[in-house]
């Protein structure tokens, strides 16, 4: 089992067990400028070896190198570590498009009713025999519940582009500029300004608009104060490259300005977007919540997920 600095808050009633066998992510501990911290995996036993039926030995065995087999493919779909920087902590996940698809989720499709919580959609997803191993959430929502900004499900626009400039003070969303994190039809990832967005005219299969950037072009929001002393729980998005998505939580009140940091220096992102604040929370299959305390968490309008896939 990896040992964290900080564990994580464990899964409710029902929520997955951490499992010898496979768990579907990698788990590892990194500080800044330090090789990654030792790690013991849980092993499964080795069986015994019959003295009369040495067939079954090797039997279970076979059948142990199998199940390790399919569990490392999944492993290495998402990873999860615990970064340590400039003295924050942050949880970590990156996804790998290729291996498995992101999606994201608001409302369930039978009943029209929001998930509202990463719960919801975990339970959603065992009765359709889908295991969630990943879970997010996703941009900045109004009074309603309802995206703020841009929201697209499948291909399809639920909420159109929001290009209106309020004032900063009025929220996050206002400081310029805001963006976009979108993952197209080929499977690829970006984040860009809301403008460039609307600029490229591409659809996209899974979208939210949220705000402001963090990272623009390798450059930090300027409205972003160095020693700013607004501190909340902070959660981003970037596309390190076309296919390889990092989610980053903090573990502790963090300002935009170190938290921006963190995408540029530590992630070598060029672009990063900010989804949420106080209410941000990141669920890992086998070993819980990170983000911000539970009691902070307010119902979400829009969730991203990684599940496996449905068995036939």
Same mark, same amino acid.
């Given at each position: 089992?990896?040992?964290?600095?900080?564990?994580?808050?464990?899964?409710?009633?029902?929520?997955?067990?951490?499992?010898?066998?496979?768990?579907?992510?990698?788990?590892?501990?990194?500080?800044?400028? #330090?090789?990654?911290?030792?790690? *013991?995996?849980?092993?499964?036993?080795?069986?015994?070896?019959?003295?009369?039926?040495?067939?079954?030995?090797?039997?279970?065995?076979?059948?142990?190198?199998?199940?390790?087999?399919?569990?490392?493919?999944?492993?290495?779909?998402?990873?999860?570590?615990?970064?340590?920087?400039?003295?924050?902590?942050?949880?970590?996940?990156?996804?790998?498009?290729?291996?498995?698809?992101? *999606?994201?989720?608001?409302?369930?499709?039978? *009943?029209?009713?929001?998930?509202?919580?990463?719960?919801?959609?975990?339970?959603?997803?065992?009765?359709?025999?889908?295991?969630?191993?990943?879970?997010? #959430?996703?941009?900045?929502?109004?009074?309603?519940?309802?995206?703020?900004?841009?929201?697209?499900?499948?291909?399809?626009?639920?909420?159109?582009? %929001?290009? =209106?400039?309020? %004032?900063?003070?009025? $929220? %996050?969303?206002?400081?310029?500029? %805001?963006?976009? =994190?979108?993952?197209?039809?080929?499977?690829?990832?970006?984040?860009?300004?809301?403008?460039?967005?609307?600029?490229?005219?591409?659809?996209?299969?899974?979208?939210?608009?949220?705000?402001?950037?963090?990272?623009?072009?390798?450059?930090? #929001?300027?409205?972003?104060?160095?020693? *700013?002393?607004?501190?909340?729980?902070?959660?981003?998005?970037?596309?390190?490259?076309?296919?390889?998505?990092?989610?980053?939580?903090?573990?502790?009140?963090? #300002?935009?300005?170190?938290?921006?940091?963190?995408?540029?220096?530590?992630?070598?992102?060029?672009?990063?977007?900010?989804?949420? $604040?106080?209410?941000?929370?990141? /669920?890992?299959?086998?070993? $819980? /919540?990170?983000?911000?305390?539970?009691?902070?968490?307010?119902?979400?309008?829009?969730?991203?997920?990684? =599940?496996?896939?449905?068995?036939?």
């Amino acid at each position: 089992m990896a040992r964290f600095a900080r564990p994580f808050r464990r899964a409710g009633r029902g929520g997955s067990a951490l499992k010898a066998q496979c768990i579907g992510i990698r788990f590892r501990c990194l500080h800044r400028h #330090n090789r990654p911290a030792t790690i *013991s995996y849980m092993k499964a036993a080795t069986p015994p070896v019959p003295a009369s039926r040495p067939w079954l030995y090797w039997l279970a065995t076979l059948a142990m190198l199998a199940g390790a087999t399919g569990c490392s493919r999944q492993a290495q779909a998402v990873d999860s570590e615990e970064v340590t920087f400039e003295s924050q902590t942050f949880r970590v996940v990156s996804v790998d498009l290729q291996r498995e698809p992101l *999606s994201l989720h608001w409302k369930d499709p039978e *009943s029209g009713q929001p998930y509202a919580t990463i719960e919801t959609l975990r339970q959603w997803g065992m009765a359709h025999d889908r295991r969630l191993l990943f879970a997010a #959430n996703a941009g900045i929502y109004d009074r309603q519940f309802a995206p703020l900004g841009l929201y697209v499900e499948d291909g399809r626009t639920v909420v159109p582009l %929001n290009l =209106f400039r309020g %004032n900063p003070a009025a $929220g %996050n969303f206002s400081i310029q500029p %805001n963006g976009v =994190f979108a993952v197209y039809p080929d499977g690829h990832a970006a984040v860009r300004t809301s403008t460039a967005f609307k600029a490229d005219a591409k659809p996209a299969r899974w979208a939210t608009q949220s705000g402001p950037m963090l990272l623009v072009d390798g450059q930090i #929001n300027d409205r972003f104060v160095d020693d *700013s002393s607004s501190l909340k729980w902070r959660s981003g998005v970037c596309a390190k490259t076309p296919h390889r998505v990092v989610f980053a939580v903090s573990e502790s009140p963090v #300002n935009f300005h170190t938290f921006a940091r963190l995408f540029r220096d530590e992630f070598g992102c060029r672009d990063a977007l900010y989804l949420d $604040g106080t209410i941000s929370q990141f /669920y890992v299959d086998g070993a $819980g /919540y990170a983000g911000a305390p539970t009691f902070m968490v307010k119902p979400y309008a829009g969730i991203f997920a990684v =599940f496996t896939t449905a068995q036939p």
